[in-house]
């Protein structure tokens, strides 16, 4: 599995190099108050309204001023169209999965391509419906660097060298079977060589990743809240004070009843 084989690659480099720390990602997802899950080695959310955050450190090849893209996907992976509630993404309501396209990011836009070497791996989350949604990093957002693996709940503290984008999000009213998967990168439109070894296969226009948060750094929602206001779906437990005023209104019903009937 491709996580494992990072894992593997990552533990590799602490044993050669001795670091007490895992080197900070290009590019991170993370999610304020997040748990880490060790068996996915994704950041997930511990409520169905949280913020997302994007990390940047320039380096790489990836630069400030680049076009940045999060794919917000349907997990587990849905192989047809299907009506599983909507979440909001900063302030915008997408439905599931009319609102999404089928596929592997980045989304294309010269061919129709489920998949191809340039896109995203499937990492366990693709080919599934997805929304991309794109952005650029401001330069007066600053975070102090850090590594989401290491503090996923992401204890802000002032700083600078680390940029960021913050996003609102919640999926009260998404399906109570399934999340939302968040992974992010940059793109490049694939170049076309007649006399490379891919002159064959390569599609003049494609868009392929450039690059992307690890996949040990990417994030997730909890299960959807399937339309209830109290997060785990149907409409909540009242509270007691709630309880309390109901009581107090039947029973004055009660009292203005035997009244009329005195009468």
Same mark, same amino acid.
């Given at each position: 599995?491709?996580?494992s +084989?990072?894992?593997?690659?990552f533990?590799?480099?602490?044993?050669?190099?001795?670091? +007490?720390?895992?080197?900070?990602?290009?590019?991170?997802?993370?999610?304020a108050g997040?748990t880490?899950d060790?068996?996915?080695?994704t950041s997930v959310?511990?409520?169905?309204?949280?913020?997302?955050?994007?990390?940047?450190?320039p380096?790489?090849?990836?630069?400030?001023?680049?076009?940045?893209?999060?794919? +917000?996907?349907?997990?587990?992976?849905?192989?047809?169209?299907?009506?599983l509630?909507?979440?909001?993404?900063?302030?915008?309501?997408?439905?599931v999965?009319?609102?999404?396209?089928?596929?592997?990011?980045?989304?294309?836009?010269?061919?129709?391509?489920l998949?191809?070497?340039?896109?995203?791996?499937?990492?366990g989350?693709?080919?599934?419906?997805?929304?991309q949604?794109?952005?650029?990093?401001?330069?007066?957002?600053?975070y102090?660097?850090?590594?989401?693996?290491?503090s996923? +709940?992401?204890?802000?503290?002032?700083?600078?060298?680390?940029?960021?984008?913050?996003?609102?999000?919640?999926?009260?009213?998404?399906?109570?079977?399934?999340?939302?998967?968040?992974?992010?990168?940059n793109?490049?439109?694939?170049?076309c060589?007649?006399?490379?070894?891919n002159?064959?296969s390569?599609?003049?226009?494609?868009?392929?990743?450039?690059?992307?948060?690890p996949?040990?750094?990417d994030?997730?929602?909890?299960?959807?809240?399937?339309?209830?206001?109290?997060?785990?779906?149907?409409?909540?437990?009242p509270?007691?004070?709630?309880?309390?005023?109901?009581g107090?209104?039947l029973l004055?019903?009660?009292?203005?009843?035997r009244?009329?009937?005195?009468?």
């Amino acid at each position: 599995m491709l996580k494992s +084989a990072g894992k593997l690659v990552f533990a590799s480099a602490f044993a050669l190099s001795g670091a +007490a720390v895992m080197a900070i990602p290009t590019l991170q997802v993370g999610i304020a108050g997040a748990t880490y899950d060790d068996s996915t080695q994704t950041s997930v959310a511990t409520s169905n309204s949280f913020m997302l955050y994007a990390f940047l450190t320039p380096g790489n090849g990836a630069l400030l001023a680049d076009t940045y893209y999060i794919a +917000a996907a349907v997990a587990p992976r849905v192989p047809s169209p299907a009506s599983l509630g909507s979440f909001t993404f900063a302030g915008t309501t997408i439905n599931v999965t009319s609102d999404m396209v089928y596929g592997t990011p980045p989304l294309e836009t010269v061919v129709t391509q489920l998949s191809d070497p340039g896109d995203l791996s499937g990492h366990g989350i693709y080919e599934t419906y997805f929304k991309q949604i794109e952005f650029k990093f401001d330069s007066t957002k600053q975070y102090k660097p850090l590594n989401v693996q290491d503090s996923p +709940a992401l204890p802000f503290e002032t700083g600078t060298g680390m940029y960021y984008a913050a996003f609102e999000v919640n999926v009260i009213n998404l399906s109570q079977d399934y999340a939302i998967h968040f992974d992010l990168y940059n793109s490049t439109v694939a170049a076309c060589s007649t006399n490379g070894n891919n002159g064959n296969s390569c599609v003049s226009g494609d868009i392929d990743v450039n690059d992307f948060a690890p996949f040990s750094h990417d994030a997730e929602s909890g299960k959807g809240g399937g339309g209830g206001g109290g997060g785990g779906g149907g409409g909540g437990i009242p509270e007691p004070g709630s309880i309390a005023l109901v009581g107090l209104g039947l029973l004055a019903a009660a009292l203005t009843k035997r009244r009329r009937r005195s009468n």
